[in-house]
Structure formats: structure tokens, C-alpha cells
């Protein structure tokens, strides 16, 4: 933010706009050639408050960083004729339990699973009581023996 930007918020007599937080919007959509990705691209880097769009057309992905609406961005790639939804997976490394029946998709890019609740720990679970078990801070309070 400039100094100009800084002052304008404090001279302004126009009643201030509420400004968008800035995120990352993941969305898949099929793109066969370069003319599709071409197409999807220009849609969304002219929106405004867009800083970064990253298309992979391997993965089928376009990810748009900036000061936007999540679901402006998904009509707007929708509006270029193509089929697309909000992106509908995550790293496997970031997910407890990757290969979670509904969490493992065939047809999810490489090192993907599904997003979906049950690959993530269960935080009454078996295995936040195992690691409570031993204890860093008094070494002697094994409660296996």
C-alpha cells in the first residue's frame, strides 16, 4: 500500500469500501489445446484485483491469486463454454489418511487425494491417545508399564 493510498483513507469523504482479503482460488477445468488456455486465462487475468494466474493444463488447474471473489472467478472461467468447478483436491502429504476409500481418486493428478473430511485425523481417535503414552516432560509417567 503506497503512502498516498495511506492518506487517502484518512482524507477520504467518500465512505470507505470494504476490501476483499486476498486469496488463492483453485478451479478445474478441461482445457485441450492452447486455444482453451488461452481463452480460460485471458477471462480471468483481466478481472480486477487479480495479481497472479497460474494455469496448468496437464493437471487441469487454474489457480488465480489476488483480491477476489471465489465464485466471480468461477462464473467468469464458466463463461468461457467450459465445464468447471472449484479444485476438489489436496496434496496427499497434507491429508492424515491419503488412502481413505473416499479420499483416493483414480482419476485425481499425481501426489492428489480427494478433499473430503474423513482422510483427516479424528481428534477422538486411537492415535492422539497413543502419542499421549509417553511424556517429554516426566520421563518416568510411561503408562505402558
Known amino acids: 500500500m503506497g503512502a498516498l493510498d495511506f492518506l487517502s483513507d484518512y482524507f477520504s ?39 497472479e494466474v497460474d494455469v496448468n493444463r496437464e493437471q487441469s488447474k487454474v489457480t488465480v491469486t489476488g483480491y477476489v471473489d471465489r465464485n466471480k472467478v468461477l462464473k ?11 479444485w476438489p483436491y489436496v496434496e496427499y502429504n497434507l ?4 488412502y481413505v476409500t473416499q479420499a483416493y481418486a483414480k482419476n485425481a493428478p499425481s501426489g492428489f487425494v480427494r478433499n473430503t473430511e474423513l482422510a483427516l485425523p479424528n481428534p477422538n481417535g486411537a492415535d492422539d491417545n497413543i502419542t499421549s503414552f509417553f511424556s517429554d516432560d516426566n520421563p518416568n509417567a510411561c503408562s505402558i508399564m
Open 76 to 86: 467468469r472461467v464458466q463463461s468461457t463454454g467450459k465445464r468447471a468447478k472449484f
Open 95 to 98: 491429508v492424515a489418511y491419503p
Open 13 to 51: 469523504v467518500t465512505p470507505k469500501k470494504k476490501h476483499k482479503p486476498m486469496q488463492t482460488v483453485e478451479i478445474k477445468v478441461k482445457m485441450d489445446c492452447d486455444g482453451c488456455e488461452r481463452r480460460v486465462r485471458s477471462s480471468v487475468s483481466h478481472m480486477s484485483g487479480v495479481k
